[in-house]
């Protein structure tokens, strides 16, 4: 059952009001409105809603959702077995910022191009028919895809960060566009974004996202350009598999990433 925003702060304030600090500056104060979600340790959240018309301080509280952790796609040790591999690949160069040499490895990133937000976003499309095959698309993601050597760079650590952060709010937003559309994670989403990209968009560009983190126009046309080269081998990757719906499905709606991202760069 849903708690109301009375009740949330009939739970929340007494113990606040008796000298309790708040552990956190995002939590609502008695005139906002509270995330109506639960945390992973199924404990109410009380941080404020920001988003317009959403009920949720972020997708991961939303019962909707089943959430699937970017980091099931990561590799141990990743960086200690290719960067150096990497780095000797590139010739020392930051693909995303022309000119820019790696000099100090300390002071940049293992990258994956195309993140790993991308493949937990197409996870929590709801088109598995059980776990197991949930289960083989996810070791085929992080063992074939999202690890291999050509979804791999190395870029400075901010932007790194800048990166990673436009494509979690791009990512967020398409699924909070779903989410309120059609009441679940669903493909069709990513069909009403698609059909109206180069029109009125219904999210804002994944280039929007980007100059949002303050990115140069050079950076953001290289990252565009490098996700976008990324993505293609992501549906090569899945179109080769074989003729299995599941992997099938996954290049299509690959493909339908790219397109609603902008992907395609002219230069």
């Known amino acids: 059952?849903?708690?109301?925003?009375?009740?949330?702060?009939?739970?929340?304030?007494?113990?606040?009001?008796?000298?309790?600090?708040?552990?956190?500056?995002?939590?609502?104060?008695?005139?906002?409105?509270?995330?109506?979600?639960?945390?992973?340790?199924?404990?109410?959240?009380?941080?404020?809603?920001?988003?317009?018309?959403?009920?949720?301080?972020?997708?991961?509280?939303?019962?909707?959702?089943?959430?699937?952790?970017?980091?099931?796609?990561?590799?141990?040790?990743?960086?200690?077995?290719?960067?150096?591999?990497i780095r000797t690949r590139d010739g020392d160069r930051d693909p995303y910022n022309a000119g820019q040499m790696i000099m100090d490895s300390a002071a940049f990133h293992l990258e994956h191009i195309g993140e790993a937000q991308i493949a937990a976003f197409m996870c929590q499309l709801k088109i598995f028919q059980d776990t197991e095959e949930r289960d083989d698309i996810v070791e085929f993601y992080r063992d074939e895809v999202v690890n291999a050597m050509p979804n791999l760079c190395i870029t400075s650590k901010d932007t790194n960060k800048k990166k990673g952060k436009a494509t979690t709010n791009a990512l967020g937003e398409m699924m909070i566009y779903s989410l309120k559309t059609y009441d679940q994670p669903d493909v069709r989403a990513l069909d009403d974004i698609c059909a109206t990209a180069f029109n009125v968009p219904i999210v804002k560009s994944f280039n929007d996202h980007l100059c949002?983190?303050?990115?140069?126009?050079?950076?953001?046309?290289?990252?565009?350009?490098?996700?976008?080269?990324?993505?293609?081998?992501?549906?090569?990757?899945?179109?080769?598999?074989?003729?299995?719906?599941?992997?099938?499905?996954?290049?299509?709606?690959?493909?339908?990433?790219?397109?609603?991202?902008?992907?395609?760069?002219?230069?």
């Open 212 to 267: 949002g983190e303050k990115l140069s126009r050079k950076s953001t046309k290289a990252i565009r350009r490098e996700t976008g080269q990324a993505l293609q081998r992501w549906k090569n990757a899945f179109l080769d598999h074989g003729e299995t719906p599941i992997y099938e499905e996954f290049g299509r709606q690959t493909q339908m990433v790219y397109t609603a991202f902008d992907l395609h760069v002219v230069d």
């Open 1 to 85: 059952m849903r708690l109301g925003t009375s009740a949330k702060f009939a739970l929340l304030w007494p113990p606040y009001e008796a000298g309790r600090e708040m552990p956190s500056d995002h939590w609502a104060t008695p005139k906002e409105v509270p995330c109506e979600g639960n945390k992973v340790d199924k404990e109410p959240c009380y941080r404020r809603v920001t988003i317009p018309d959403y009920p949720y301080c972020m997708v991961q509280h939303d019962s909707r959702v089943i959430y699937c952790d970017p980091k099931e796609f990561r590799q141990a040790n990743l960086r200690d077995r290719m960067f150096e591999l």
